[in-house]
């Protein structure tokens, strides 16, 4: 693929590499490092889109390529916006919150078309419904260290798999990035 027409993830998350390689998509990786705080009174929504946006445009200022898909996951419960927990306690406070009760993860992304300058954001929400978590499973599963990388402390496609009773919404954005409807964008925008 040219130098000017690669499609460059700007993300060093695993999951949405793997998610990205899955629909069959040539890509470069070029992890971007944000600060991921939101600012005062801004809507969950618009921090994930923020984010995704600044991830996008920061890592085209800094490599080659023409298309830059920036990302970020973030869980919503009671209005706390919940990212990745910063130690194991963290982690169980999360995951007691999210036990029986619904709650929204919201994935925005952003795709920079840097030949033109011109930007698509969106965000995704999806509505899980965990099940009532027992002390002895959170304690287990925090254990494990999976949670310690994950917005709200969890991996859908992982062991966390069997706290949720259901999901209203995509499954991909749970996981990190909203198949469906980045692939659609990238076909709009000319990238595939």
């Known amino acids: 693929m040219p130098e000017n027409s690669r499609i460059v993830l700007a993300s060093a998350s695993p999951r949405r590499l793997e998610l990205l390689a899955s629909a069959g998509i040539e890509f470069d990786v070029f992890a971007s490092d944000i600060p991921e705080e939101p600012i005062p009174g801004e809507a969950p929504a618009d921090f994930s889109v923020r984010l995704a946006k600044d991830k996008a445009v920061a890592t085209a200022a800094r490599s080659e390529g023409r298309w830059f898909i920036g990302a970020d996951t ?8 919940m990212g990745k927990p910063a130690d194991g306690a963290d982690a169980v406070r999360m995951l007691k919150k999210l036990s029986g009760v619904p709650h929204e993860v919201i994935t925005g992304y952003a795709i920079y078309d840097k030949a033109r300058d011109g930007i698509l954001c969106k965000a995704v929400v999806t509505k899980v419904f965990f099940k009532p978590l027992r002390d002895e499973e959170i304690t287990a599963y925090v254990a494990t260290g999976c949670p310690m990388d994950k917005a709200g402390a969890y991996a859908i496609q992982g062991g966390a798999a069997c706290m949720v009773e259901r999901i209203d919404g995509s499954y991909t954005n749970v996981v990190g990035l909203p198949l469906c409807e980045v692939v659609e964008d990238l076909r709009t925008m000319g990238a595939l």
């Open 74 to 81: 973030i869980v919503v419960c009671d209005g706390e916006i």
